[in-house]
């Protein structure tokens, strides 16, 4: 499993540079502009691409193929690419706290409720447009599932984007937002569950999709 992640991370250094030019870029101008919640939310949507983009590489140079003649299941390979997105977005996400945090104390004031819905919207981005893609991607190929995935991603980011900008403009969407969050702790406690088991339906699903396909 090391040998796959680092073969992943090898693959970001040498096709990803567009990405690890541009979301450290915005992890800066999130943390010191008044539009946070788009520069928040645009370094999530980067971090999602990245294993779509790694298993799209793979199909063109055959990977696999090759990895049929290498020591590890598919149920490794499919995971290699989930525990990978996992550690972006976890990665991505606590920059991007230390930021919105750094921010808060010297600009605008703590706001809870503010920093609560940045990275859940965060993580909703990060997160959902990967887990209902990359089944479709082993299923189907990278290059046919490419197009809903970007839909997906576009929809999705779209929207929570619009969500965090009502609570930043105080709209009745907003404060209605910022009612359910009256109780922090247990919105939270409630919504990570959810994405946990959706992510991990996703992750089996895709698995036994992986260990069906035969590769010539």
């Known amino acids: ?11 970001i250094k040498s096709y990803c540079k567009t990405y690890l030019f541009l979301i450290p870029i915005f992890w800066i101008l999130g943390s010191f502009s008044k539009a946070s ?4 939310i645009y370094p999530c949507l980067l971090t999602a691409m990245i294993p779509v983009s790694l298993q799209t590489y793979d199909e063109k140079e055959r990977w696999s193929c090759y990895s049929c003649t290498l020591p590890y299941s598919s149920r490794q390979i499919v995971s ?22 750094i921010r808060m104390l010297c600009v605008s004031g703590f ?9 859940f919207s965060g993580l909703l981005v990060s997160v959902l447009p990967t887990m209902f893609t990359l089944p479709l991607i ?3 190929g990278a290059e046919k599932a490419q197009l809903a995935y970007m839909l997906l991603a576009i929809i999705i980011g779209g929207a929570f ?4 900008m009502a609570t930043e403009d105080k709209t009745e969407t907003g404060m209605a937002i910022l009612e359910v ?36």
């Not at 525990?83 to 919105?100: D, E, K, R, S, V």
């Open 1 to 11: 499993m090391k040998g796959l992640l680092l073969k992943d991370l090898y693959m």
């Open 37 to 40: 919640s788009f520069l928040t």
């Open 80 to 101: 290699a690419k989930y525990l990978l997105n996992l550690f972006t977005i976890l990665l991505n996400l606590g920059i991007i706290l230390i930021g919105q945090l």
């Open 111 to 119: 706001n809870l409720e503010e920093l609560l819905v940045l990275l």
């Open 138 to 140: 082993f299923k189907l």
């Open 161 to 164: 984007a619009g969500i965090a």
């Open 181 to 216: 969050l009256q109780n922090p702790a247990v919105f939270m406690a409630i919504a990570l569950a959810g994405i946990v088991i959706l992510y991990g339906i996703s992750w089996q699903i895709s698995m036994k999709i992986y260990d069906r396909k035969e590769f010539q």
